[in-house]
Structure formats: structure tokens, C-alpha cells
């Protein structure tokens, strides 16, 4: 797909395509940003450029290559991602054999790692080597989170290519055109930094329902506690919230938001606006201290979760604590 259908990053477009037409095309690239910014959208475009048959810098979508690569069949371009918690050393060897082999009519060969960072030290040490003895036409993309956390020495030898999160009004509107419903919208690009990750988490598994459960754990802590403690434990019992925990406190995290700014008497831009009048009047029944400890709490019980504390203990706490008093 062309360049131009991937949302935002102009920036990064631009360079990519100079680069295309002043023919000045780098032997390896660090695509860093955060999830959901474009970063394989573009490594496709960029592949589907180089290959193009038809358009010097960008991607036709039509031609042979274009369509090769567009349903990941193209000989030259290899895809590689880690195997299991790790991309491992075999992989980078398995990728230089393929390598050895002549590419195709047009010659260039191509090889996207994604989630970089996550390469053991033999497998990062064994593609520096790859990356220091260049073959004519060998283009590497190295997609990560974190570009710092690659080896230096690798750095040193890609261009850095920044993705930045987009503006979240920009993904509001875009993802309301596509009809997904408001209240979702507005969770969604606050737990993404991209259009393409905001729609995969609506996409994705009961994300609408954990809104719910938010909503209604939270205001059943505040006028009947044993029923949410109860409810809780059933939720958590029948597995319904188990493996999304973190979804959900990242959400009771906004919606602990929208009670200080509540508190503190701004409607605008509170994520879940379709309880503004329920949460407006609760909030104003304590502190702005109360409401900004229960935010500390939160974020507290999410670094405790990750550590796999007991979650029916930390939810609980924290469900006593908002209810305070
Ligand atoms: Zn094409």
C-alpha cells in the first residue's frame, strides 16, 4: 500500500522516500517507537516501494512485487519474529543462509526483525557481524519499542527512525468515521498510541465488556462495597478478568483520572463521558487528595500485579481504599 495510506508520521515518510529518490537507500534501519504508530505498515510500504516496478518511491499496490509482499509471499523479503520469549541465535543464521542464495531479477534482499530488542546476545552479536559486511544489496529493518535498547554497535551501523504516538484528536475522529461507538473511541486512543493499536484493542477480546466492569466496579465501591467485593471475587473466580487485569486497571486508571478532573469541575475530554453525571456528583463527595491518592493506588497495584501479587487482594485493597472512610 502507498505511502500515503498509512496514518501520520510524516516525517518518517519523507526520509523514506528522499532516500528512495536521491537512490541513497541505508543497509539497515531502526523503526523505534511504540505499538500501534505505523512501524510495520511502513516497513511493508518501504519493502513495497523498493520492489515497485512501477513507481520509483512508492508503492503502486498493483504490480507483482507489490502484491507479493502485500500477502507475505515475496522470495527476496523475509519476515522475522522472536521464536517463543526470544529471537535466537538459529534464527540470524537460518536468515544468512537464506542469504547466501542469489535474490531475485531485481537483486536486492530484504529482512525485517521485528520486536528487535528482544534478541538474545548471541542472535545480536551474530547479525552485528551480518550488518558490518554488507552485501551489495542487503536492506535490514529492525522494528522495536525501544531502539536504545539494541547493542550500540548495531545502532551505530542503522539510520534511527523515530515513530512518534499520533495526535489523539487526529485518531478520534478517524476511528469514529469508521463507526466504532464513542465511549469505546475514547478509551481506546487514550491506551494506544496509534490508530491501528486503538483498533485492535476495540477489536480485541471483550475490551467493551472490562469497560463495563470498570464502570461498574468502581461505582458500586462507592455506595455498596461488599456487593463490588463480591462481584469482584466472582469475576475474578469465573476467570472473566484473570488474564486481562492489566486492561482493566489501565482503564480504572482513566476513570480515576476523570474523577480528579471531576473534582477539580472540568467536563472536557473525560473518557468515560457517558457516565459524566454519576461521576460528577460522587466525585465531589471527597477530597481532590482522596481522588489523587486512589490514582497513586492504582498505579501501585498495576506494578504489583506485574510482579504477580495476589490480584483478588490488590483489587480488593484498592477497591477499600476508594471507598475510604
Ligand atoms: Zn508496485
Redo the contacts with the bound molecule.
Sequence with gaps: MPFQSIEGQERVKRILQNSLRTDKVSHAYIFTGPDGTGRRAMARAFA?ALY????PDD?????L??RKIEHGNHPDLYWLEPDGASIKIEQIRELQKQFAYRAGASGLKMYILEQADKMTPQAANSLLKFLEEPAARVVAILITENGHALLPTIRSRSQWIPFLPLNRSRMTEKLLEEGFPPALVQTAVRLSAGTGGARELMQGNGFAEIRSQVIQLSKESLTRLPAALLALQQQLAKGELSDRLTLFLDMLILWLKDMVQLRLGNREGLVFSDQAEWMAQHALRYTLEHWMSGLEQAVEAQKRLRFHANAQLVLEQLFMRLKGG
Design positions: 513495497q515497485c516496478k512501477v513507481l508503492a503502486c499496490g498493483e504490480c512485487d507489490c
